[in-house]
Nanobody
Framework: QVQLVESGGRLVQVGGSLRLSCVAAGGTFSSSAMGWFRQAPGKEREFVGRISSGGLIIQYADSVKGRFIISRDNAKNTVSLQMNSLKPEDTGVYYC????????????????WGQGTQVTVSS
């Protein structure tokens, strides 16, 4: 099992930027695809972005495409989410997740979840 710890969430104004980080402890981070998911109040958790183990395959939800950038540093066991041009609808708890697979991640493939970090975008 891998422990995932997110950080970087806070209150930010519309149009602002935030960088979320997720540090992994234990296990085989570098051989796992990683992903970011979020859950808005009263809504189901949704996919935000994913990155393959080697960083060559990166995909985003349509709602964040062109605004968010996911990256990873396998030497530091870290995956990050740079969020730009933030909107009120980006508000929610953001979760880092590790996949059982190297090439992709989706909710059913998640082996480990972080505890989440709150992002609030204020207008």
């Amino acid at each position: 099992q891998v422990q995932l710890v997110e950080s970087g969430g806070r209150l930010v104004q519309v149009g602002g930027s935030l960088r979320l980080s997720c540090v992994a402890a234990g296990g085989t981070f570098s051989s796992s695809a990683m992903g970011w998911f979020r859950q808005a109040p009263g809504k189901e958790r949704e996919f935000v972005g994913r990155i393959s183990s080697g960083g060559l395959i990166i995909q985003y939800a349509d709602s964040v495409k062109g605004r968010f950038i996911i990256s990873r540093d396998n030497a530091k066991n870290t995956v990050s989410l740079q969020m730009n041009s933030l909107k009120p609808e980006d508000t929610g708890v953001y979760y880092c997740a590790r996949s059982r697979y190297s090439g992709t991640i989706y909710e059913a493939s998640v082996a480990d979840w972080g505890q989440g970090t709150q992002v609030t975008v204020s207008s």
